[in-house]
């Protein structure tokens, strides 16, 4: 399993844009860059997946640069609901023996 | 669709007890894992499935077993408990490509 190494905290204000980047310096050809997010007291929830350049959804936008060794997680516009801890994870998906590794994530505040 | 549920939500064992985590999905997903979640860090793996029949263990595996005879069910076993073992424990399940999806957890206490 590629090992990630990801800020242990961060702070932001209401409204404005949150960027966690997460560093994956041996990730594997096959390998996806999926993040989660999760609030306390509940499980993990899927944010985004990407293998290369840019993702986008309706909750996040993630930009994975050409040599794949990093990729940031862009949160526009936080709300105090998207205090949360942040996981990035890296693996094949398509492997028969598929699992991840989750590490201690980036706990993000939001404050008004 | 209830997604994933586990049962029971609570439980406070005595050292030396044994007791089964349960845990249901109704995606007809083929992965399903066992995670635990200590205070203040990430989730550890301790055992996943990849199918029914079929079971390996995770990153922290020991003291635990488990077992998949359906592809809805994925039982944790806890045998011998310790104070060890207290920890926030989440089912997972995932069809293809990855999004695993979480079941509300069991917050288990040894004592």
């Known amino acids: 399993l590629a090992k990630t190494t990801q800020p242990i905290s961060m702070d932001s204000y209401e409204g404005q844009e949150v960027n966690i980047t997460c560093s994956h310096n041996?990730?594997?050809?096959?390998?996806?860059i999926t993040w989660y997010q999760q609030f306390p007291s509940q499980g993990p929830r899927f944010i985004i997946q990407?293998?290369?350049t840019k993702v986008t959804n309706e909750v996040a936008s993630l930009f994975i640069p050409a040599d794949r060794k990093s990729s940031t997680l862009s949160l526009p516009r936080v709300s105090l609901s998207d205090t949360a801890v942040y996981y990035c994870?890296?693996?094949?998906?398509?492997?028969?023996?598929?699992?991840?590794?989750f590490g201690a994530g980036t706990t993000v505040t939001v404050r008004a | 669709n209830a997604g994933v549920t586990q049962t029971p939500k609570f439980r406070i064992l005595k050292i030396g007890q044994s007791m089964t985590l349960q845990c249901t999905q109704d995606?007809?997903?083929?992965?399903m894992y066992w995670y635990r979640q200590d205070p203040g860090m990430g989730l550890k793996l301790i055992y996943y499935?990849?199918?029914?029949?079929?079971?390996d263990k995770g990153e922290v595996p020991n003291g635990y077993n488990v077992s998949r005879s359906t592809t809805e069910d994925f039982p944790l076993r806890l045998e011998l408990a310790a104070p060890s073992q207290t920890s926030v424990y989440f089912c997972?399940?995932?069809?293809?490509?990855?999004?695993?999806?979480f079941g509300p957890g069991t917050r288990l206490t040894v004592l």
């Open positions: 997972a399940s995932s069809g293809n490509y990855n999004e695993q999806f």
């Open positions: 041996n990730i594997a050809t096959n390998d996806y």
């Open positions: 990407g293998y290369k």
């Open positions: 994870l890296v693996g094949d998906p398509r492997s028969n023996d598929y699992k991840l590794s």
């Open positions: 995606m007809n997903h083929n992965y």
């Open positions: 499935s990849v199918g029914a029949g079929i079971t």
